[in-house]
DNA sequence: CTCTTTGCTGCACATCTGTTCATACGTTAA
DNA sequence: TTAACGTATGAACAGATGTGCAGCAAAGAG
């Protein structure tokens, strides 16, 4: 189970100095959790498909429901918690609410997000074609 | 309780195209799911921890978990969701595994959620706060 | 060989999340 | 005023999540 206090791990001074480095190297307390918060709310498929809508053009709770799929309640759900984040906005005009992107990193944080995961793709595709080659042979 | 079918939402015509438009925009099934998984992988304090810390040099299982201050297991868990995410890979040395990042976008990935983050997601992560409480209660 | 060390994994459990249903709020029209 | 509509909120529940514990595998030390 690991190890106790006085421990190789501990001996070996540049680990000490990398943990020390590392440790400098972390943000402070509340963004690290600002952070770890925002991206929690980037992390469900439903909010994905809400922001990608968005980045086209503002939209009220009526067509985003229908575009999801989910309830009108459910989608009010959501964007409250977009919302929390400072990562949609919405503007009320008589009964409707509309809503868009709050700003302009989100659309950026999104395409570079696209681009690790297309990349996994790649990767993916590659060593399949790779074993297919061999495979074949 | 929002409205049935054939509804004020449905007859203009302006609305069904804005919702056409916007589900044009989105991103193929599989991508949205592989985006929310990447984006919820990063959503958590420890992990975002044990990225901004690789992202000086790369750290054993045992440095890290001296660095976070969690059972060595635990950091395991961690590191294998992260590795399940291809968001770092790992480097074995004798008994030792040395981590790393695994590709260049995760860095850019991390500093533009963090410029989203400083241009003033804390009072944001205030009323999160207040709505878990809440929530909780 | 046996013992230690380092890391990985299965299991369990408390907590959290996303959704729907029911209801309340604010606005517009009659 | 009353009624209808678009949206927001509260309660509740199935399902998912993060962490520690215990056990195991691999590699080196003795």
């Known amino acids: 189970m690991g190890h106790k206090d006085a421990d190789v791990c501990e001996i070996y001074y540049v680990n000490e100095a990398h943990v020390r480095n590392a440790r400098q190297a972390l943000s402070p307390e509340r963004e690290i959790l600002s952070l770890a918060e925002t991206f929690r709310t980037l992390g469900d498929p439903t909010r994905v498909r809400i922001l990608q809508a968005l980045s086209v053009e503002e939209l009220c709770v009526c067509d985003l429901s229908k575009l999801l799929g989910i309830s009108e309640s459910g989608t009010s759900h959501q964007l409250r918690v977009l919302r929390s984040q400072k990562l949609v906005r919405y503007r009320k005009e008589g009964k409707m609410a509309f809503y868009s992107l709050d700003d302009a990193h989100i659309d950026s944080l999104m395409n570079e997000a696209l ?18 080659e061999r495979a074949g042979q």
Chains 1, 2 share one sequence.
Do not use: L, T
Not at 115 to 129: K, W
């Open 115 to 132: 681009r690790h995961v297309r990349e996994g793709a790649d990767q993916a595709r590659e060593r399949a074609e790779r074993i297919h």
